[in-house]
């Protein structure tokens, strides 16, 4: 899903109207559900993770794989299942986009769980996401881009 | 303004000295004298002990009051903090507690859920990953930022730590995925049970090609296989430990009564391998409840003891040998 100007348009005018909202998000819970899982943390990282959902992790890791994944894949806390972060380094090496997994996410703000996640990515407010881990900038490596108000 | 730091492993590790650390399980009770008696049996052993946080996600006392014991009792302490039961919010104050304590060096991790521990029916917090806890550590430290974006008055100074699990699926990932934690701010990382040392090298080979070796010291976990039943538990009950076939072989292969013998030579060999591997900068014991097995391990390796100040007995253990976190900074 692209971003562009007409997206960004819609969006405003979605949020701007509750019941249109409501709407939206509900069509968005219920695709990206039966599809991915989801669980609507309003802040989706799948396009980094080979659209496995790191909120389906038992620990929401949103950095990669605990040390406890089976040496079958298998999850540590549900054995029955796999790991979300094999599947994603599965399907993202797959598509070409290994790199992807080494992007630092940062951590989620649990003010907009349950919200949408289109919505807040059409407007750019998704772009402070992530940042690049493996070209760290001039100054002391990439901590600087924790806090969540720039200094 | 910034605390300044004092710590063993710090200097060990900037010497370039071979490090010794160990894992001590606090107790399940408000027992010092338990904490104290297994610092009696390190002391003069190990640069620095782990204090777990409620291991395996069971009670036991907090990893913070059991450092503060451990220093009393003249061991460095590395508070490890789990993100398990605490949110963005604890983390941070338990972080600067450990500050104000002049707890040298703090661990972060994601922690095992609750499922695995002794009261399943808790509500698992995991506010933040493992990687983002380390971030937070650096930020607060090196910024003397909250997440808020808030300033704090004093910068604590403490080393921080990482865990890995070199064995564990995506194994392709694993290089990478401690590239990250070091991006985020691990100064050294602690790994689980190293039983299979090629595996453990083609890891290594992975760091060195990514330029992670020069940045963040690499601290192979090890430790004594005592019984068959152990190795049944380790094998199947452990999650990500990986025992591989030569291993099992060799304990089945003796006497029962020689099973126990037989894992601590295994131990000491391992030690002695990886102690030959470039790249290598020391070696964790995870002991449980063998703690006074410690020092046999590492004098068969050939490691002597008399590594703690023994100044620090008794006295304030920290008072001694002070360096700023700038100079360490730059050196690593
Ligand atoms: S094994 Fe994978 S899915 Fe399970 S808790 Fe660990 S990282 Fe999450």
């Known amino acids: 899903m692209a971003r562009t100007r007409f997206y960004a348009r819609l969006a405003r005018f979605v949020e701007g109207r509750p019941g249109l909202y409501r709407w939206f998000t509900t069509a968005e819970r219920m695709s990206k559900e039966s599809l991915f899982g989801c669980r609507m943390c309003g802040q989706c990282a799948m396009p980094a993770t080979g659209y496995a959902c790191p909120m389906t992790c038992p620990k929401q890791l949103r950095n990669g794989p605990c040390g406890g994944v089976g040496s079958d894949g298998a999850c540590e806390v549900y054995p029955t299942l796999r790991c979300i972060w094999v599947m994603a380094d599965e399907r993202s090496t797959g598509a070409g986009h290994r790199r992807d997994l080494d992007l630092l996410q940062r951590p989620v703000d649990h003010r907009e769980q349950g919200r949408s996640s289109w919505v807040n990515y059409w407007q750019g407010r998704d772009e402070a996401l992530w940042t690049d881990a493996t070209t760290p900038g001039p100054g002391p490596l990439l901590h600087r881009d924790l806090g969540l108000v720039p200094r | ?332």
């Open chain 2, 1 to 332: 303004m910034t605390v300044e730091a004092p710590g063993r492993l710090r200097h060990a590790l900037q010497a370039g000295r071979f490090v010794v650390t160990a894992e001590l399980g606090p107790p399940r009770g408000a027992d010092a004298g338990a904490v104290e008696r297994k610092a009696a049996q390190l002391r003069g052993w190990v640069d620095a002990v782990n204090l777990t946080d409620n291991q395996g996600a069971n009670v036991r006392m907090a990893s913070i009051g059991a450092c503060v014991l451990a220093q009393r009792a003249g061991l460095e302490p590395v508070m490890q903090l789990t993100c398990r039961d605490r949110n963005r919010i604890a983390l941070q104050s338990d972080l600067l507690a450990a500050g104000a304590l002049e707890i040298p060096n703090v661990l972060l991790l994601t922690g095992d859920h609750p499922h695995l521990g002794d009261h399943p029916e808790a509500k698992p917090v995991f506010d933040l990953d493992g990687v983002q806890a380390t971030w937070l550590a650096r930020t607060l430290r090196d910024d003397g930022v909250l997440m808020s974006g808030q300033d704090i008055a004093v910068r604590p100074s403490w080393l921080i730590g990482s865990v890995e699990n070199p064995f564990a699926p995506p194994i392709s990932l694993r290089g990478r995925r401690l590239a990250k934690k070091v991006a985020a701010g691990a100064d050294f990382v602690q790994t689980q049970y190293v039983f299979d040392v090629r595996v453990f090298r083609r890891w290594l080979g992975d760091l060195a090609d990514l330029g992670i070796l020069e940045r963040c010291a690499v601290i192979a976990g090890v430790g004594p296989i005592r019984s068959l039943q152990m190795l049944e538990i380790l094998r199947s009950r452990v999650p990500g430990v990986a025992v591989p076939e030569d291993v099992v072989r060799r304990l089945r292969g003796v006497p029962a009564d020689r099973v126990a013998e037989e894992g601590v030579r295994l131990c000491v060999e391992t030690v002695q391998e990886l102690r030959a591997t470039a790249g290598v900068a020391g070696v964790h014991l995870m002991a449980f409840g063998f703690e006074h097995g410690i020092p046999e391990i590492l004098e068969r390796a050939g490691i002597s003891p008399h590594r703690s100040a023994p100044a620090a007995v008794g006295g304030t253990p920290l008072a001694t040998s002070v360096v700023s976190l700038e100079g360490d900074r730059h050196a690593r």
